[in-house]
């Protein structure tokens, strides 16, 4: 990847502040034998994020429980950028994500950290290819708070609260929230698995909010032709349920 | 078997009941007249009978029952500092005698012609002799429960240190500041012994309230090691706790979990709020943490306080309190329980 003479850039992700000063001991206690060059620490996955979408890092220590995002959903957005880094988890114990690391031979340590494996570790990186989107997505039984966009260089986030319907047309899938709409490229098949606490699938191509539902309208004149759709708070569309997901109409009105 | 006197026999399972406690009172009442009404159901030729037999006997029962239940009031701490065999022994005595002397007293009152007084007074005496015994074995097996449910408190705490979200992480902070500031590594380290001691203790005694203040203070200082500014803690301690008593890891579990469900998945952190006040002859510690509510509670934290709630029912019965308020933000633990002072014992 990188040229072997240039020192390798390392980025610092933990929630603890006592968490990242070790790990910058043992980056220059490591300083001797590899060429390295902290370029920046942060304290959660969305200061990390906001800083490594215009710096870039080759390395990045990620502790996996951390407050406002959490590890995994940061390597899951750090992959859209352009030049993914490598990432290597950092935790004291979580044996959900530990077994799938083994799983897909994941690098991750465990803390304490021990200077060799950091060592190793590094070592390691410059060969590294990023973990894949689907594999990240296995590490953590929870979905995702945001979705990501990148747009200008720069990764947004959607969180995922805000997002009223999520629509596939042709490569991309439309998100809507109230002000504007996004493109994302995701199977709209993996968004429903992941999200089906909050989406309910209206049509092939759609997705909408449940809790966002304002109501449901009768289309077209009473008789074979007519089909129900869908009013969501905020937006005046109307978004039309397919014959086959119809029943969806009833199960509403239960609750 | 010989055993050295501790301070509060009363919380060993070879211990009589507190007879001064309003829910031990509540339940000698309640059962024994239970049985009465049973006895009546029994002998009973017709519903009416069944309350005519009912309340013949409690003519007899109920003075029994209240001079009982007056003199154990009144000779509860002496019969606290004996053995317990001597103590069952004096318990079964003392109502023995209390039954002769009141149905030799009443004589004729009670005993109906065709009963001969001494037949009657003798008869009962063996009655409420027996009952006595029921219903101490009774209260020697909610005691052995009370045992069981201190064990799995400590259990509960010891697992919590071991939790290895807990072990590794602070570990890993001590590590961190070895270098650049060994004293206050040492210190930690030493906190974290007290605290590993205190779960694996084996007594079974109620401790000194500033002694869990200390051990709570000790754990909060160690997670501030980690969680630096996000941890903020504020006290409110009343001057006249000084020398009062509790349950060994009734304070320290709860600041566990407002740490780890209050504070850790705050970014901006926040206040865990501690007070602990005297009012009249009860004891109320409260701790408030700020709480994001959609974040469930973890399983071992919830038989933490399980725990708690079980421990101060079979302690102190219905002389304790133990309420949970939660908010959309916070989350507050309110425990009431007796005030209990040490020389109380000595």
């Known amino acids: 990847m990188n040229n072997v003479d ?37 304290s959660n996955g969305r200061e990390a994020l906001e800083q490594l979408s215009v710096q870039h890092a080759d390395v990045v220590l990620v502790d996996i429980r951390m407050p406002e995002m959490d590890g995994i959903e940061l390597a899951q957005h750090l992959n859209k950028l352009d030049k993914p880094p490598v990432i290597i988890f950092t935790t004291a114990y979580d044996n959900y994500a530990i077994q799938a690391f083994e799983q897909h031979a994941i690098d991750y340590l465990l803390k304490p950290i021990r200077l060799g494996r950091l060592f190793e570790a590094l070592t390691r990186a410059r060969a590294a290819v990023p973990v894949k989107s689907e594999v990240l997505q296995e590490l953590t039984p929870e979905p995702r708070k945001n979705l990501s966009i990148q747009e200008r260089g720069k990764i947004l986030l959607i969180p995922i609260e805000r997002v009223l319907y999520l629509r596939a047309e042709l490569k991309y899938i439309t998100v809507r929230t109230v002000e504007r709409e996004y493109l994302v490229e995701e199977p ?33 004149e009473d008789g074979a032709d007519s089909h129900w759709s869908v009013k969501l708070r905020g937006l005046d569309e109307r978004l039309p349920i397919s014959r086959r997901q119809q029943f969806i109409v009833k199960e509403f009105k239960k609750f | 078997m010989p055993k050295a006197q501790s301070i509060n026999e009363n919380l060993l399972p070879d211990a009589l009941p507190n007879f001064r406690n309003l829910g031990a009172i509540l339940r000698i009442v309640l059962l024994v007249n239970g049985i009465a009404l049973l006895a009546a159901i029994a002998q009973a030729v017709s519903v009416q009978d069944i309350v005519q037999r009912f309340v013949d006997s409690s003519a007899f029962l109920q003075p029994v029952l209240l001079s009982s239940l007056l003199l154990l009031y009144g000779l509860n701490d002496a019969l606290a500092r004996l053995a317990y065999w001597k103590g069952v022994t004096a318990v079964i005595l003392l109502v023995v005698v209390i039954t002769l002397a009141i149905a030799y007293l009443g004589g004729d009152l009670y005993a109906s012609a065709a009963e001969d007084t001494s037949f009657h007074a003798w008869r009962n005496a063996l009655l409420s002799g027996a009952l006595t015994v029921l219903l101490l074995i009774y209260f020697k097996l909610r005691a052995m429960s009370l045992s069981t449910a201190l064990q799995d408190a400590r259990l509960q705490a010891l697992q919590a240190r071991i939790r290895p979200h807990f072990l590794f992480n602070t570990i890993n902070a001590v590590l961190s500041i070895v270098r650049a500031d060994p004293k206050r590594a040492e210190t930690a380290l030493e906190d974290m012994a007290d605290l590993f001691r205190m ?44 020398d009062a008593l509790v349950p060994p890891l009734m304070l320290q579990p709860l600041l566990e979990n407002a740490v780890y469900h209050g504070i850790e998945p705050l970014s901006e952190g926040g206040l865990i709020e501690v007070r602990l006040q005297r009012i009249g002859s009860e004891l109320h510690m409260d701790v408030r943490n700020p709480c994001r509510k959609h974040l469930g509670l973890h399983n071992g934290n919830k038989m933490a306080l399980e725990n708690i709630r079980e421990r101060l029912d079979l302690q102190f019965d219905v002389e304790a309190k133990y309420t949970v308020e939660s908010g959309d933000d916070h989350y507050h633990v309110h425990i009431q329980l007796p005030y209990v002072k040490e020389e109380q014992y000595e």
Request: hydrophobic share 45%; glycine share 4%; aromatic share 6%.
């Open chain 2, 199 to 242: 779960a694996m203790a084996d007594s079974q005694k109620m401790v000194l309230l500033r002694r869990e203040i200390e051990l709570s203070r000790q754990y909060l200082s160690l997670e501030k090691l980690r969680l630096g500014d996000r941890l903020q803690e504020k006290w409110q301690i009343d001057d006249a706790l000084d």
């Open chain 1, 188 to 220: 709209l098949g993996a968004l429903e698995k992941e999200f089906a606490a909050r989406f309910v699938r209206i049509h092939r191509n759609c997705l909408v909010a449940k809790e966002e539902i304002e109501s449901f309208e009768k289309m077209g």
């Open chain 1, 6 to 42: 240039l020192p390798l850039t390392v980025f610092i992700v933990d929630d603890e502040t006592p968490a990242r000063h070790r790990i910058k001991e043992l980056l220059s206690d490591c300083g001797a034998q590899i060429s390295l060059e902290l370029i920046g620490e942060a």
